[in-house]
């Protein structure tokens, strides 16, 4: 059993030490049928905002050697659909949810956060930061959710700013921090322009093996590594670098099976027969 938020009154047990990173499993109804969630520490949900956010427009993923490049808007349709549309899947479900929340303001992260105290098996909020946020402005945003929760809070740090951002998190008083938000990209596109977005895929791996190392280094507080996981070396290799637990992200696009096997890995289940 891993608690990630040990000093907090209501705690945040795992079974087991493998969890999805936020983005990659929708709201959990998506994949009712090929995930066993029994198997999972938790369920981290689609990414949230305050009010709904449509689709990016054109190209949305491209492919490259290393993985794939992802541009979607965020759509969503805010937190208040979101609880409507999903709270009862979420309080059936056989594992904790973490309900993810997209950083914008401290109101409206106040505002996501009062929606979600009452409900069912909802036991923690991620909070994720933008890229180019800056520490003050991260702090306050993660001092603000973890002042107004009575659910353990965790930030979710980008990538590549990790370090620098690991101070705030630990100031503000979140329980723990995940590392972390896919780093940003950008590939030529046919027409002369450019595709930005996020990159996912094994190539991501050294990367946040170097990040997980900087911070876990650095902070009291439970990590749980995330970015280019693809197989159950990968995982191991994340709670090697201080990890104590991992959230997979593109690998279960390609297949979902990889919960089980990855978490059979680390001794918190068997792969489904």
Wanted: aromatic share 4%; glycine share 10%.
């Amino acid at each position: 059993m891993i608690d990630l938020a040990p000093s907090h009154k209501r705690g945040l047990a795992l079974k087991s030490p493998v969890l999805n990173a936020a983005g990659t499993l929708g709201f959990a109804d998506e994949y009712a049928g090929l995930i066993d969630f029994s198997l999972l520490g938790a369920f981290v949900t689609n990414p949230i905002t305050a009010r709904p956010r449509t689709p990016a427009r054109g190209e949305h993923a491209r492919q490259f050697d290393g993985g794939v490049l992802i541009h979607t808007g965020l759509p969503n349709p805010g937190i208040g659909e979101a609880v409507r549309h999903h709270a009862r899947r979420w309080a059936r479900l056989a594992c904790p949810v973490v309900v993810h929340l997209a950083a914008t303001m401290p109101e409206e992260v106040a505002a996501g956060i009062e929606r979600l105290e009452a409900l069912e098996n909802v036991a923690g909020v991620e909070i994720g930061l933008r890229d180019d946020v800056e520490a003050a402005e991260a702090e306050a945003l993660l001092a603000a959710a973890a002042r107004l929760a009575s659910l353990p809070v965790l930030a979710r740090l980008p990538l590549l700013a990790a370090e620098k951002l690991a101070g705030a998190a630990a100031r503000a008083g979140v329980q723990a921090v995940v590392v972390g938000g896919p780093p940003r990209g950008a590939l030529p596109t046919p027409e002369g322009g450019w595709l930005a977005g996020r990159v996912y895929g094994p190539a991501v791996l050294p990367l946040a093996l170097q990040a997980v190392r900087a911070v876990a280094g650095r902070l009291d507080l439970p990590v749980i590594g995330a970015g280019g996981i693809h197989r159950a070396e990968d995982a191991q290799a994340m709670l090697q670098a201080g990890a104590v637990a991992v959230q997979i992200d593109s690998a279960a696009w390609r297949d979902p099976r990889v919960f089980e096997r990855t978490a059979a890995s680390l001794g918190a289940g068997a792969p489904a027969q």
